[in-house]
């Protein structure tokens, strides 16, 4: 098969807040509906958080994500990556439970602990519909990110054996050893899903030498026994998307990562954002990896053996 760009839209994220845009999805019909229309617009795999439905705030119940599961699962075939990232202010076993009980074919994982600063967004932001919002992002100040060696351990016990593979999440190039750990050690089998991450504070920049680096860590790390992804926050969001799709690599965007479509205009959808990226891919002479070739790059169990 030639080689095809596989585009990942994350819907909704734990990050960004209600007040921030009032197109991020929040209820379980919104978070459905801005994936079934990513899907549409050519990402082939959709990266998945969930909400409360009132507040907005993170929510990492089992229950909460059923709702728009079943409806993405009925009407679309695009691959399902369901988050244990969740919020850094969870516990891993709290971040884990969504993806242990429905099974996805694809599910994200930290790999490493990280500070994880939020806080530079209160000088952009002043006014907040919830309480929880500028406490969550006041609260960075003094937040690690924990995914130990211990928590990443019990990620991989508890989801190994039902088949799902990962999206790791490298947010700097210790990241990428400690996937390389767990990998000699048996407890991840190739090819990697490595999806490196730029331009959150407290991880590594969005400046092009650094992704470069990351690119060539991975390498030598990895070999040709990985697929390599990148996501870059906000404004970087495209420029890195473009340049990693220059090298070969895989993108992700959408309102997880960047809640622009350019500058001073806020994307109203995440569909919007896939076709900007599509846009690019297509203009550097590059083809869209359908869901199914993606299941092909990523060596995935199959849309019929989820859990919804």
Same mark, same amino acid.
């Given at each position: 098969?030639?080689?095809?760009?596989?585009?990942?839209?994350?819907?909704?994220?734990?990050?960004?807040?209600?007040?921030?845009?009032?197109?991020?999805?929040?209820?379980?019909?919104?978070?459905?509906?801005?994936?079934?229309?990513?899907?549409?617009?050519?990402?082939?795999?959709?990266?998945?958080?969930a909400r409360d439905p009132e507040t907005g705030k993170p929510d990492q119940s089992p229950e909460a994500f059923e709702p728009f599961l079943k409806v993405i699962k009925q009407s679309s075939d695009v691959v399902v990556n369901l988050t244990t990232g969740g919020s850094p202010y969870m516990s891993v076993e709290e971040r884990v439970r969504p993806a242990a009980v429905w099974k996805p074919e694809v599910a994200s994982l930290n790999m490493g602990s990280m500070?994880?600063?939020?806080?530079?967004?209160?000088?952009?932001?002043k006014e907040f519909k919830h309480e929880w919002e500028p406490a969550m992002l006041e609260g960075s100040h003094d937040l690690v990110f924990r995914n130990s060696f211990k928590d990443i351990r019990y990620a991989l016990d508890t989801l190994n054996e039902t088949g799902t593979r990962y999206e790791f999440e490298c947010y700097?190039?210790?990241?990428?050893?400690?996937?390389?750990?767990?990998? =000699?050690? *048996?407890? #991840?089998?190739?090819? %990697?899903f490595i999806q490196t991450c730029f331009g959150l504070?407290?991880?590594?920049?969005?400046h092009p030498e650094e992704v470069l680096h990351m690119k060539r860590t991975a390498d030598r790390l990895f070999g040709d026994q990985y697929r390599w992804s990148v996501l870059a926050a906000g404004k970087n969001q495209m420029p890195v998307a473009a340049q990693?799709?220059? =090298?070969? *690599?895989? #993108?992700?965007?959408? %309102?997880?990562?960047?809640?622009?479509?350019?500058?001073?205009?806020?994307?109203?959808t995440n569909a919007e954002q896939v076709t900007r990226v599509r846009q690019i891919l297509e203009g550097l002479g590059l083809e869209i990896a359908t869901p199914d070739e993606a299941r092909r790059i990523l060596d995935l169990k199959g849309g019929d053996k989820v859990g919804f």
């Amino acid at each position: 098969m030639p080689s095809k760009v596989i585009i990942s839209c994350a819907i909704t994220g734990s990050i960004h807040t209600p007040s921030m845009s009032p197109y991020l999805p929040v209820t379980a019909a919104e978070i459905a509906d801005s994936a079934l229309g990513a899907a549409e617009a050519g990402a082939a795999i959709v990266h998945l958080h969930a909400r409360d439905p009132e507040t907005g705030k993170p929510d990492q119940s089992p229950e909460a994500f059923e709702p728009f599961l079943k409806v993405i699962k009925q009407s679309s075939d695009v691959v399902v990556n369901l988050t244990t990232g969740g919020s850094p202010y969870m516990s891993v076993e709290e971040r884990v439970r969504p993806a242990a009980v429905w099974k996805p074919e694809v599910a994200s994982l930290n790999m490493g602990s990280m500070n994880f600063g939020l806080f530079p967004m209160l000088k952009r932001y002043k006014e907040f519909k919830h309480e929880w919002e500028p406490a969550m992002l006041e609260g960075s100040h003094d937040l690690v990110f924990r995914n130990s060696f211990k928590d990443i351990r019990y990620a991989l016990d508890t989801l190994n054996e039902t088949g799902t593979r990962y999206e790791f999440e490298c947010y700097d190039t210790s990241h990428l050893h400690n996937l390389h750990y767990f990998w =000699m050690e *048996g407890l #991840v089998k190739a090819p %990697l899903f490595i999806q490196t991450c730029f331009g959150l504070l407290g991880g590594i920049g969005a400046h092009p030498e650094e992704v470069l680096h990351m690119k060539r860590t991975a390498d030598r790390l990895f070999g040709d026994q990985y697929r390599w992804s990148v996501l870059a926050a906000g404004k970087n969001q495209m420029p890195v998307a473009a340049q990693a799709a220059a =090298m070969g *690599g895989h #993108v992700r965007v959408g %309102l997880e990562d960047s809640l622009w479509l350019g500058a001073g205009q806020l994307a109203t959808t995440n569909a919007e954002q896939v076709t900007r990226v599509r846009q690019i891919l297509e203009g550097l002479g590059l083809e869209i990896a359908t869901p199914d070739e993606a299941r092909r790059i990523l060596d995935l169990k199959g849309g019929d053996k989820v859990g919804f």
